[in-house]
């Protein structure tokens, strides 16, 4: 039994499981970003920022961190979401072709940040920003922004700041 619950549990540390999540009041942005819409599946959302990623790639467009400006609750439509996905951009830098620019200025949000692997920030995010805001007799609002920016290296673990407006 051990050697199978244990690999798991390490798996699960080195995915950042077991990391907090900080809560703040700050002030974020402003943000300019390249983006594809989508409207499916919450589940399917990574496929849609590969898709942004390899139109950066085609355009010679340096991305920035994934950024998901997520539109409608996944709880309100069992899973399915409507998006903007896609990736940061310079200031001067052009939009790849196939996809849009947004903007997002600078603004108050509460948020939630968590140093873990991409498939399990979110849900850790989430679910400390809705405990914090049940507390204070408030609730997650829609839409909410989550930006995540990789560490750089193969065997080291990103950054998830999930932001919704104050």
Avoid: C
């Avoid at 499981?17 to 900080?22: A, C, H, P, Q, R």
């Avoid at 943000?31 to 959302?45: K, T």
């Avoid at 939630?112 to 049940?134: C, E, G, I, N, R």
Wanted: proline share 6%; glycine share 8%.
């Amino acid at each position: 039994m051990l050697a199978f619950i244990l690999p798991l549990l390490a798996v699960f540390w080195w995915w950042g499981g077991f990391n907090s999540v900080n809560i703040t009041e700050a002030e974020a942005g402003p943000y300019r970003y390249a983006y594809l819409d989508y409207d499916g599946p919450i589940s399917n959302v990574r496929k849609s920022h590969r898709t942004a990623l390899d139109r950066f790639t085609a355009s010679k467009v340096a991305a920035g961190d994934t950024i998901s400006v997520i539109l409608t609750d996944p709880r309100a439509a069992n899973g399915k979401v409507r998006a903007q996905l896609g990736y940061t951009l310079a200031d001067s830098a052009p939009i790849p072709d196939g996809l849009k620019e947004g903007r997002i200025e600078r603004r108050p949000v509460y948020a939630a940040q968590v140093q873990a692997a991409v498939l399990l920030a979110p849900s850790k995010a989430y679910q400390a920003l809705s405990d914090t805001l049940a507390s204070r007799g408030l609730a997650i609002v829609m839409p909410t922004v989550e930006l995540y920016r990789p560490a750089g290296q193969a065997n080291r673990i990103g950054i998830l700041t999930l932001e919704m407006n104050r």
